[in-house]
């Protein structure tokens, strides 16, 4: 079906350089998480939600079973798209700025890459406080790394679905 | 069970006692994944996911998209209570909130 298929992600070495920043904060957050029983951290939480609502005892039961586990996985994709990203710092030449990288994901990697963004998401959404779909604040950058990572989300699924 | 067998009960309790006797024990009843709603989510990769982990169609898995979307949310499977826990720790993995419950409660 839709995952068999190599994708190919074009990438600006600024977009690059900003994503591999921000993944690398998001596996501190992860790492700063593992050792809790329950994440203090809102934005961790909302990774590892509770599967029951009406029962305490079977939510504590099933984050024993499965929160370590989630954490361990996003730490691997946020690894795998490290991995894929090119190396560098934010350039500051302008021109280095923008010439382009091209990432090629096959099925696994793109999997992890899918997984990443929207989990970068909801960490952003988080922190932003982000409660409808219409909140937005212009004067608040954080938006703009929320909107962007939600448009290459969506292109890399348009990709993979071969739409493009 | 007709009306018609009970003589003498009123009509209410009737009909109480018959939704009753059609219930099954809770201990019958199967259990669900529910896919509830957030604002963060886009609508593409709610539908990739369900396509994705549980093989539905793209007709099925927008279908279910669209009732989380609106009503809130969507039973995604139904099943034995332990296939539903890994069903729901599945959609967590990919960033959807999901939880386990009994069908019909």
Same mark, same amino acid.
């Given at each position: ?11 600006? $070495?600024? %977009?690059?350089? !900003? ?6 904060? /998001?596996?501190?957050?992860? !790492? ?9 951290? @809102?934005?961790?939480?909302? $990774? ?7 029962? +305490?005892?079977?939510?504590?039961? /099933?984050? %024993? =079973?499965?929160?370590?586990?989630? $954490? ?12 894929? =990203? ?7 030449? +302008? ?9 090629? =994901? ?5 999997? #992890?890459? =899918?997984?990443?963004? #929207? ?23 954080? /938006?703009?790394?929320? %909107?962007?990572?939600?448009y290459r989300l969506d292109g890399l699924?348009q990709a993979?679905?071969?739409? /493009? | ?19 009753? $006797? ?16 957030? @604002? ?20 099925? #898995? ?10 809130? !949310? ?17 959609? !967590? ?13």
């Open positions: 079906m839709s995952g068999e298929r190599t994708v190919v992600m074009e990438i600006t $070495l600024l %977009e690059a350089a !900003h994503l591999a920043d921000l993944v690398r904060q /998001f596996r501190d957050l992860i !790492h700063d998480a593992e050792s809790a029983a329950v994440p203090a951290d @809102p934005a961790v939480r909302r $990774l590892v939600p509770d599967a029951y609502t009406d029962d +305490p005892e079977a939510a504590r039961q /099933f984050r %024993e =079973l499965t929160s370590s586990e989630l $954490l361990d996985r996003r730490d691997q994709d946020a690894q795998s798209v490290l991995a894929d =990203l090119p190396d560098g710092a934010v350039p500051t030449d +302008p021109d280095a700025a923008v010439r382009t990288a091209s990432i090629r =994901l096959p099925p696994d990697r793109l999997e #992890a890459w =899918l997984r990443t963004f #929207a989990a970068l998401r909801l960490v952003l959404a988080s922190r932003l406080g982000i409660r409808s779909e219409a909140d937005h604040d212009d004067d608040d950058p954080r /938006f703009g790394i929320y %909107e962007w990572l939600g699924i993979a679905d071969g739409a /493009f | 069970m007709s009306a018609a067998t009970l003589p003498g009960i009123r009509e209410d309790q009737d009909l109480h006692e018959d939704r009753e $006797l059609r219930e099954s024990p809770e201990s019958d009843r199967p259990w669900q994944t529910v896919v509830w709603n957030d @604002p963060v989510n886009l609508m593409s990769y709610v539908v990739r996911v369900l396509r994705e982990y549980f093989g539905y169609s793209k007709e099925v #898995a927008t279908r279910l998209m669209l009732a989380v979307h609106h009503d809130g !949310h969507a039973v995604v499977a139904e099943g034995p209570r332990e296939q539903m826990e890994l069903h729901a720790q599945a959609m !967590h993995d990919y960033g959807l909130w999901a939880t386990v419950r009994r069908a019909g409660a």
